[in-house]
């Protein structure tokens, strides 16, 4: 059983950055892809970003490439998510969730086994 507690939401204007952080529970968190998704009112969950249980390889939906950076530290069992240049569209609640031994569509969130409660980020215009 893994659980994850994400923070770091807030308000923020456009153009302003905030740094996402997920704080894992459990002693096998490096067995664990993970990946940040969002969902904004009254839309489908949608991935964001992953990352392979060593932070050799990161993914990213289009949408966020160049302005947001997926990051992980074993040691702290923590993955965070940096992102910059926020827009108004990025306005949601995002998760993270945990992927046992994930390798391959990281992007899917029907694979992910555990997931957080959410951290809400509004970006206002």
């Known amino acids: 059983q893994v659980q994850l507690v994400e923070s770091g939401g807030g308000l923020v204007q456009a153009g302003g950055s905030l740094r996402l952080s997920c704080v894992a529970s459990g002693r096998t968190f490096s067995s664990y892809a993970m990946g940040w998704f969002r969902q904004a009112p009254g839309k489908e969950r949608e991935f964001v970003a992953a990352?392979?249980?060593?932070?050799?390889?990161?993914y990213y939906a289009d949408s966020v490439k160049g302005r947001f950076t997926i990051s992980r530290d074993n040691a702290k069992i923590t993955v965070y998510l940096q992102m910059n240049s926020l827009k108004p569209e990025d306005t949601a609640v995002y998760y993270c969730?945990?992927?046992?031994?994930?390798?391959?569509?990281?992007?899917?969130?029907?694979?992910?086994?555990?997931w957080g409660q959410g951290t809400r980020v509004t970006v206002s215009s």
């Open positions: 969730a945990a992927y046992y031994s994930g390798t391959s569509d990281l992007h899917r969130p029907e694979n992910y086994d555990y």
């Open positions: 990352i392979n249980w060593s932070g050799s390889n990161t």
